[in-house]
């Protein structure tokens, strides 16, 4: 009865539910890639997708949601392919910190969707409709700094008012900011080239209970 019950508890431990996907867990070995580990390029690709992470920067011991029915996968998305309130609007991002999404829109349409790390429970992300202020591709914080005194580095930067950026950061997979918004480096570098300064950022907990 107790070995039934331990080989309970890690089924549900390792079979989760990641953005309406069902999912196994993966623990990263020494040497592992992820098109190894998912026996496809195609697969890698997704699966750095849905966990927020650089293919090449696998780190040791990181748990990866691995998809259980690949064909859900074709043409996913965790978030509205459409906000029609948003037709008229030539880029707009949404973003929701419970999901830790980042929706890109054109025309009210998803053209791009990626993981976030949103700020830590001490450090929240502020919610609400925010604008685009300006763009700085090797931003340094001044607000925050090393263990040696150095600024944090914050590549491809996008201001959406005061000391709030979306940039490129550390992505461990759950919040750990200090406000600002972290992309992995393949979803920063796209966001900083698509991110048209003036354009909507639409900030919530929840999504479409709070519709922007």
Known sequence: M???SVWLVLFIAANVNILGLPCRTYK???G???SA???SNAKAEFVAQLNGVDPWALQIGRILYLPTNWSACQNFTPLPKYLP???SEKKFTLIVLSQELLGMYESGRLIRWCRITPGKVDHPTPT???RIQWKDLDHESNL???RHGRPLQMPYGVNIGDEYWIHKGTMPGYADSH???RLRNLDASFYYDWALTGSSVYICSFFPSNRP
């Open 37 to 39: 580990i998912c026996q």
């Open 128 to 130: 609400g409709l925010f």
């Open 179 to 181: 406000g600002c918004v």
């Open 85 to 87: 309130e948003r037709k």
């Open 28 to 30: 990263v070995k020494s």
């Open 2 to 4: 107790l070995f039934h």
């Open 144 to 146: 925050h700094f090393d």
């Open 32 to 34: 592992d890639t992820l």
